[in-house]
Nanobody, 121 residues
């Protein structure tokens, strides 16, 4: 099983990026998927998650109203649309798949390699 996160990059404050998560060896449509991030010197934190069936979603308070998680079950991908980006959003972003759509890393069994997001002028 491999998860691959993509779409990171350098963006100015106030800008937008869309991250994508794809999987091989696993059908993302049948799993809860979450995005986590880890900035240098900080603990990994859950950013957003989406359930497998009902597509219910969760967001960390720090990103509510700015980030939107969605899934495309035909393409087998999950996306994180990030708007109004702030320098504090700078981190490596990881996607993960599991059974429960929590924001806790312990609920996820499969992890991608991460994609760097840098918000800077």
């Amino acid at each position: 099983v491999q998860l691959q996160a993509s779409g990171g990059g350098l963006v100015q404050p106030g800008g937008s990026l869309t991250l994508s998560c794809a999987a091989s060896g696993l059908t993302l449509a049948y799993h809860a998927v979450a995005w986590f991030r880890q900035a240098p010197g900080k603990k990994r934190e859950g950013v957003s998650s989406i359930s497998a069936i009902s597509t219910s979603t969760r967001y960390a308070d720090s990103v509510k109203g700015r980030f939107t998680i969605s899934r495309d079950n035909i393409k087998g991908t999950v996306h994180l649309q990030m708007n109004s980006l702030e320098p504090e959003d700078t981190a490596v972003y990881y996607c993960a798949a599991g059974k429960m759509y929590s924001l806790g890393s312990a609920d996820y069994d499969y992890w991608g390699q991460g994609t760097q997001v840098t918000v800077s002028s």
